[in-house]
């Protein structure tokens, strides 16, 4: 590699958090290169002693066709067919937006060909968490082609670099899986288009050094809000640097660019810890309950869901009774899934219906008025499942509107789950879809959740209204469907809801803006759960996660099956009957005792304390604001025979204080044989000797209240 000296009156751009510092630096060729990325530096001094690198160097924003020979953030091909853009510093600014969060905006221009892009850098300062996107335009004679325009483009120096993957299927999500990376690439993309991250989710962990691991050693969490196809790209280069390009996945999208447009793309959000995931984690939780979250400082609702206990077959008296039983539950909310609507092509199973938003006479003669009503009669809230992106081929929708729908004019349809994707594209489709909701309302202004689902990938690439611009196809699909978030967010600001995606092939943070929590998995068996939890849980505040009581995996007993559900946002999936009298008295107690608890288990600080990839149990704990509540939660998945039992370590409380430790949601008339059950006990001793709650027991749980005198 070469390296050349810089001009002194190179410019400094220093975009930093509390605990990070990134920095940028002009060459004496006037282009711009990232100098460090990594924990902050103390003295200002220093700064100047950097390293800055012309040539073969870390390009902040590396573009395509000059003397870079490895994976380029920007490629264009400009009006006249030349393939080079090199961009130089023209200016940066900063916006304080307030004492914790500014942005710094950087103009490069290319000097040969007019085009402009902006590096945006917000910086969260508490929260250590920074957001960077950009932005294209040019002002060539005719459109240009984008062929590869990445959100950010970071650059690591490390002996060696590890990756974490979250990869899985349907029921099978967020699976944990590390490798070294060596010379060459790694991609971690999807080309589903609409249930995007139904194979591989939208965020990754990149140990520096050392794989990264919970407690310690330097780490970077990354992840990018795109409801769509995204990319993250890692290449280690020729001497060793590692590269990280993230974005919008190109495929089969070279972005045709008019003149004046301004390509914006989505944001990329990263953190650094140099104590482990668990920080990051952390780090991660509480930037978005502060700023990202659709309501994220507010409270969520506890509820009773139909699905698993009734599939598709109801009508309004076994609804009515439901909502009598979730009101003997404790819940907040009944929640009404899929089945509800149809009436030439009734939704009776997933073959029909989808797209016709009328309540189906014959299970509901009443329509959904009546059951809002029944709702109020028995003292909790009403919610509703819909689906508006999708349409089966058997619907009126269909047969009214089959240019609305994305697929093929001249080839055989391939179906997913009997369906297709709408034509977000189109305005026309977007304003059906948003009248999906906006109808419910007018028509119902009481309802008070909606769970938004989303079955399938897109099959049969073809917009109808993009005619021959398909590539702009996956692009402008995606920001269609943000105009109706956006527009359901701004008429509707207060109703919480539930991002689904047939389990959790949508749980992106731009998508979370718009919506107050997602729903991770169908696979509600509470030890694959364990599993599904502590995944998302490396990026989602617990506040965000929805963990629902169900019947998968009846071997395991109702304790253990709604201890797990209560480390997330409680809510229930069975029908009461199901339940002996002792464990309905125990399911009453457990949502009094979440009800009580949640200021700590959903915005509380989350301790990952034992890993279920590593052991044979698990144990996560919870630290409310003042370090004056904790909850424990500790789980015995499979413990081999006469197994060392090791103590569980606290962490987060204050060594100062004294904690009354307490066993809570026990079964009715079952005493706690926790060793410290009742005792006193001081922060220091919890988290240097530690608890005994794990046994030899499988599937046994506890949950363990501590609460400072
Ligand atoms: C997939 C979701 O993940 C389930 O929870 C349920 O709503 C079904 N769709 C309904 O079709």
Redesign the pocket.
């Not at 689904?500 to 389990?503: H, I, L």
């Given at each position: 590699m070469q390296v050349k000296a810089v001009s002194d009156n190179s410019k400094f751009i220093r975009i930093s958090t509390d605990e990070t510092d990134l920095l940028l630096r002009t060459g004496s060729n006037e282009r711009l290169y990232q100098v460090y990325l990594g924990p902050k530096l103390l003295q200002k001094s220093d700064l100047a002693n950097l390293p800055a690198f012309n040539i073969d160097g870390k390009e902040a924003y590396q573009t395509s066709g000059a003397e870079d020979y490895f994976e380029s953030a920007l490629a264009i091909t400009h009006a006249d067919g030349n393939m080079t853009t090199i961009l130089k510093y023209v200016s940066s600014e900063v916006k304080k937006q307030d004492e914790n969060v500014s942005e710094t905006i950087i103009t490069l221009k290319d000097e040969v060909y007019p085009i402009t892009v902006k590096l945006h850098y917000v910086t969260y300062g508490k929260e250590n968490i920074i957001k960077s996107w950009s932005e294209i335009s040019h002002s060539e004679r005719k459109p240009i082609i984008l062929n590869r325009y990445a959100s950010s483009m970071l650059y690591f120096e490390n002996p060696a670099y590890f990756l974490t993957e979250f990869s899985g299927d349907w029921a099978k999500e967020v699976n944990m899986s590390t490798q070294e990376l060596k010379f060459g690439k790694k991609i971690l993309e999807t080309k589903l288009g609409s249930r995007a991250g139904m194979h591989t989710s939208p965020f990754f962990e990149l140990g520096l050094g050392q794989p990264a691991s919970e407690h310690q050693g330097d780490v970077v969490l990354g992840t990018i809000g795109w409801t769509g196809n995204f990319r993250f790209t890692f290449e280690v280069d020729n001497v060793g640097n590692l590269r990280v390009s993230s974005g919008i996945n190109p495929y089969a999208s070279s972005y045709e660019l008019k003149p004046g447009e301004i390509f914006t793309t989505p944001e990329f959000i990263f953190t650094f810890s140099q104590e482990g995931t668990g920080k990051a984690s952390r780090n991660f939780h509480s930037w978005a309950r502060n700023y990202q979250l659709k309501d994220g400082k507010g409270d969520r609702l506890t509820l009773l869901?139909n699905?698993e206990n009734t599939s598709f077959n109801f009508n309004e008296e076994i609804l009515s009774d439901l909502m009598k039983e979730a009101k003997h539950l404790g819940v907040d909310m009944f929640l009404l899934?899929?089945g509800w609507f149809g009436n030439k092509y009734p939704r009776n199973d997933?073959h029909a219906g989808l797209g016709d938003w009328e309540a189906m006479h014959k299970k509901l003669p009443h329509g959904i008025p009546f059951l809002v009503n029944a709702a109020k009669e028995a003292g909790v809230k009403f919610g509703i499942?819909i689906?508006p992106e999708m349409v089966n081929p058997k619907s009126e929708l269909f047969e009214k509107h089959p240019d609305w729908v994305i697929h093929q004019p001249n080839r055989e349809t391939y179906y997913f789950r009997n369906q297709l994707v709408l034509d977000l594209s189109n305005p026309k489709v977007q304003d059906f879809v948003f009248d999906v909701v906006d109808k419910i309302m007018k028509e119902n202004p009481e309802v008070a959740f909606f769970?938004w689902?989303c079955?399938s990938p897109i099959t049969n690439i073809y917009s109808p209204y993009l005619k021959e611009k398909q590539n702009q196809l996956y692009i402008n699909h995606v920001r269609g469907i943000y105009n109706v978030f956006n527009r359901v967010k701004e008429k509707y600001p207060n109703i919480p809801m539930m991002l689904?995606?047939?389990?959790g092939a949508r749980c992106d943070y731009e998508a979370l803006k718009y919506f107050t929590e997602f729903?991770p998995s169908?696979n509600t068996d509470p030890i694959e759960r364990l599993y599904i939890q502590w995944g998302f849980s490396q990026f989602f505040p617990s506040k965000a996660m929805c963990a629902h009581v169900t019947s998968w995996n009846r071997n395991t007993s109702i304790k253990f099956r709604t201890d797990v559900a209560m480390m997330c946002k409680l809510g229930f999936d069975i029908g009461l009957k199901d339940l002996n009298a002792d464990e309905l008295a125990y399911c009453q107690n457990a949502v009094a005792n979440f009800k009580r608890l949640k200021g700590t288990i959903l915005d509380g600080d989350q301790y990952r304390l034992v890993s279920p990839y590593e052991t044979n149990h698990t144990a996560i704990m919870y630290v409310g604001q003042g370090q004056d509540k904790a909850v424990l939660y500790t789980f015995d998945i499979n413990p081999r025979y006469q197994e060392k039992l090791f103590p569980v370590k606290l962490q987060g409380l204050d060594p100062q204080k004294k904690y009354k430790v307490e066993e809570i949601n026990l079964m009715t008339g079952r005493k706690s044989n926790l060793k410290e059950n009742g005792r006193t006990l001081s922060g220091d001793y919890l988290m240097k000797v530690g608890l005994h709650p794990f046994t030899s027991n499988r599937t046994n749980s506890r949950i363990i209240e501590i609460t400072a005198e």
């Open positions: 869901n699905w899934d899929d997933d499942w689906e769970k689902d079955n689904c995606s047939g389990g729903w169908d």
